[in-house]
């Protein structure tokens, strides 16, 4: 550890707020809020030819950059450091030692106090900076930045340093002198050289930066990769760096051009200055970013997003179906499970849905697994039906799957006739016969999917570029799961009409939508004697299918007695943990430390009504259903 000069100490041990702390004599200086302990900083990094302290500050001003800064009531909680390294005009180590000298200096400053750090340079500064990020992940560690802010860094390098270069050459060659000296000068001032348009060192560093920092850096770089907040700050009146090499890899979101010179745009005099507040406005942004697992997360999530610009796209989608939610005479083969009616219509490009030229496909699934498989086919099948056994519990989801495995041991013929008793396919008006039966080869082991071919009528115009599909058929869902999800792995485009009917009395009916991007509307319920409705419409692009997770959703529990998929667990007690007033919908924590409790407003008992809020002690009739912990009722203690 590097000890304080002794100048620098003042007599209570400690450095006063006014006070420059030096923690490496002319290589890092700056100021800690001695009132407070902060784990974030801000790290100044000079360019070329700069100064430690001089570069951030005019002449004539009292307070620099860094003193305004450091002095911001609205920024108490960033302490303030500079980072010097030797940069002359005629004499200058390489910025790959720059670099090495910030990480030994970045080092020492979190020794003692582990730092998030707000780098913040100006011109080559900036390259000093990103050449330290991507030494730092290249070795496997992770730097602890929090941000970077670019003031004037040709991160493609200048064109004018080139051009001189190129002047000197030639005049050179006529003068021996000269020569002489342009050998000189490139011995001793390797930075220049580096900074040239097109220079090795710029090539290797964009490539670097691109693969470990842009954008969360890519995939094949595994943990050696970070999400970083940059901003670039340009100068309008800059001679020395252009703005497209200032802006580099960013675009207008990270991008703020202002109109100073080179030198002039890290010198703001005051706080209201525009120089300034692009530094305060970007710090504020590092104060509040999410952590790196959360960005990794959004960025996963926005892949599969993007993903889906190569897909299937739908316009104009109807869908509805009604659960009976109650046993029928008519499945008494499938014990445990209800009917349920569907109608799905969409217009979609033809090419995109036929297989060999002539066919389409539908399917039914049993599980996640078989339905990634369906789904997986090329082309995609128009419509799947799954039946989800995964969200019940191990010993309904083991009753129900033998009642499935007898029906997947008939003839395909058979067995689609019980799963799906009526179906109609239509193309553009035009019914589509059945064809043959696909099952999934498992040998001795139980089939998981289905998959039926449709074949378009001989006299359907194949040069068509759009269809109107339509899809209404008859199947079977589980009657013991109290959980519909409505999804599309593919883009739907313009007007979307959804509509989930489930019949029966219900204690509760809960709506859920999850859209990319977000619906400026929400689902809306209906309900009437013995009925439930979910619908929900949206104008515009839906991209649904994130992480397996629906457009639209209903968790329900029916008062169906005991033995029908839910079972009473008795009486408990707890805490209200969360409560949305808008959905009506709140989670109970309770005493005996078991797993978490979800209610809604309406089993709150009558003549008992209260105002749930957070931390109110509660008690509650707790029923277990479809693998999920409800409360029946709901009493104030």
């Known amino acids: 550890m590097v000890q304080l000069p002794e100048a620098a100490k003042p007599a209570d041990g400690g450095p006063k707020p006014d006070e420059e702390l030096v923690?490496?004599?002319?290589?890092?200086?700056?100021?800690?809020?001695?009132?407070?302990?902060?784990?974030?900083?801000?790290?100044?990094?000079?360019?070329?030819?700069?100064?430690?302290?001089?570069?951030?500050?005019?002449?004539?001003?009292?307070?620099?950059?860094?003193?305004?800064?450091?002095?911001?009531?609205?920024?108490?909680?960033?302490d303030v450091f500079a980072f010097g390294y030797r940069s002359q005009f005629?004499?200058?180590?390489?910025?790959?030692?720059?670099?090495?000298?910030?990480?030994?200096?970045?080092?020492?400053?979190?020794?003692?106090?582990?730092?998030?750090?707000?780098?913040?340079?100006?011109?080559?500064?900036?390259?000093?900076?990103?050449?330290?990020?991507?030494?730092?992940?290249?070795?496997?560690?992770?730097?602890?930045?929090?941000?970077?802010?670019?003031?004037?860094?040709?991160?493609?390098?200048?064109?004018?340093?080139?051009?001189?270069?190129l002047v000197g050459s030639v005049v050179?060659?006529?003068?021996?002198?000269?020569?002489?000296?342009?050998?000189?000068?490139?011995?001793?001032?390797?930075?220049?050289?580096?900074?040239?348009?097109?220079?090795?060192?710029?090539?290797?560093?964009?490539?670097?930066?691109?693969?470990?920092?842009?954008?969360?850096?890519?995939?094949s770089a595994r943990s050696d990769r970070m999400w970083l907040p940059v901003r670039v700050v340009t100068a309008e009146d800059d001679l020395f760096v252009t703005e497209a090499s200032a802006k580099g890899l960013y675009g207008a979101i990270d991008w703020l051009p202002l109109s100073y010179g080179h030198v002039a745009l890290v010198k703001p005099v005051d706080r209201n200055n525009d120089r300034y507040v692009a530094a305060k406005s970007f710090l504020r942004i590092c104060r509040d970013a999410p952590n790196r697992e959360i960005l990794d997360r959004i960025w996963q999530a926005s892949n599969q997003v993007?993903?889906?610009?190569?897909?299937?796209?739908?316009?104009?989608?109807?869908?509805?179906?009604?659960?009976?939610?109650?046993?029928?005479?008519?499945?008494?083969?499938?014990?445990?499970?209800?009917?349920?009616?569907?109608?799905?219509?969409?217009?979609?490009?033809?090419?995109?849905?036929?297989?060999?030229?002539?066919?389409?496909?539908?399917?039914?699934?049993?599980?996640?697994?078989?339905?990634?498989?369906?789904?997986?086919?090329?082309?995609?099948?128009?419509?799947?039906h799954q039946i989800g056994l995964e969200f019940l519990p191990k010993n309904e989801r083991e009753e129900l799957q033998s009642s499935l495995n007898k029906v997947l041991v008939m003839k395909a013929e058979d067995a689609w006739s019980l799963f799906f008793p009526k179906m109609s396919i239509t193309m553009d008006k035009q019914p589509l016969s059945e064809d043959n039966i696909?099952?999934?080869?498992?040998?001795?082991?139980?089939?998981?999917?289905?998959?039926?071919?449709?074949?378009?009528?001989?006299?359907?115009?194949?040069?068509?570029?759009?269809?109107?599909?339509?899809?209404?058929?008859?199947?079977?869902?589980?009657?013991?799961?109290?959980?519909?999800?409505?999804?599309?792995?593919?883009?739907?485009?313009?007007?979307?009409?959804?509509?989930?009917?489930?019949?029966?009395?219900?204690?509760?009916?809960?709506?859920?939508?999850?859209?990319?991007p977000q619906a400026p509307s929400s689902p809306r319920t209906v309900s009437s004697a013995g009925r439930q409705e979910l619908v929900f419409s949206?104008?515009?692009?839906?991209?649904?299918?994130?992480?397996?997770?629906?457009?639209?959703?209903?968790?329900?529990?029916?008062?169906?007695?005991?033995?029908?998929?839910?079972?009473?667990n008795g009486y408990g007690t707890g805490t209200i943990l969360q409560f949305n007033q808008a959905l009506g919908v709140g989670v109970i924590r309770p005493d005996d430390g078991s797993a978490q409790v979800f209610f809604t407003s309406t089993v709150i008992e009558r003549g008992l009504a209260f105002e749930p809020t957070i931390g109110q002690l509660v008690d509650f009739d707790l029923v277990e259903f479809a693998g999920i912990r409800f409360a029946s009722s709901v009493r104030k203690r």
């Open 172 to 219: 050179g060659m006529k003068i021996p002198l000269v020569r002489w000296l342009l050998s000189l000068f490139s011995k001793t001032q390797r930075q220049i050289e580096e900074l040239k348009t097109g220079s090795e060192f710029l090539t290797n560093l964009h490539a670097e930066w691109a693969f470990r920092v842009v954008n969360g850096g890519h995939e």
């Open 23 to 78: 923690v490496i004599q002319n290589v890092l200086i700056g100021r800690q809020h001695r009132e407070r302990t902060n784990d974030k900083c801000v790290l100044f990094v000079h360019g070329l030819t700069g100064e430690i302290s001089g570069t951030w500050k005019e002449s004539s001003s009292t307070d620099g950059f860094m003193e305004l800064l450091f002095h911001d009531p609205e920024l108490q909680d960033f």
């Open 538 to 568: 949206h104008d515009g692009i839906i991209a649904s299918w994130i992480n397996r997770r629906g457009a639209l959703e209903t968790t329900y529990n029916s008062l169906r007695s005991k033995g029908d998929g839910s079972q009473m």
């Open 306 to 384: 993007w993903s889906s610009r190569n897909t299937r796209v739908s316009n104009s989608l109807r869908f509805s179906t009604v659960i009976e939610n109650k046993k029928l005479p008519e499945i008494a083969n499938l014990a445990g499970f209800t009917s349920c009616r569907t109608f799905c219509q969409y217009e979609v490009i033809l090419e995109d849905i036929v297989a060999d030229g002539n066919a389409i496909e539908i399917g039914i699934t049993i599980s996640d697994e078989g339905s990634r498989h369906v789904w997986s086919r090329n082309p995609k099948p128009v419509y799947v």
């Open 438 to 516: 696909l099952y999934q080869d498992l040998g001795l082991q139980y089939s998981n999917w289905l998959v039926r071919r449709f074949l378009m009528p001989a006299s359907f115009d194949r040069k068509k570029f759009k269809v109107d599909l339509k899809v209404e058929y008859d199947s079977i869902v589980p009657l013991a799961l109290a959980h519909f999800v409505f999804s599309a792995p593919w883009i739907i485009n313009s007007v979307a009409d959804l509509r989930i009917v489930v019949l029966g009395d219900f204690e509760y009916f809960v709506p859920m939508w999850r859209l990319i």
């Open 90 to 165: 005629f004499r200058g180590a390489s910025i790959n030692n720059a670099a090495i000298q910030l990480a030994n200096a970045i080092q020492e400053l979190v020794q003692n106090r582990p730092y998030q750090i707000v780098l913040l340079a100006h011109s080559m500064g900036g390259l000093v900076c990103m050449r330290y990020i991507v030494d730092q992940l290249a070795r496997g560690r992770i730097p602890p930045a929090i941000g970077l802010i670019l003031y004037a860094t040709p991160t493609t390098g200048s064109d004018l340093l080139k051009a001189a270069m």
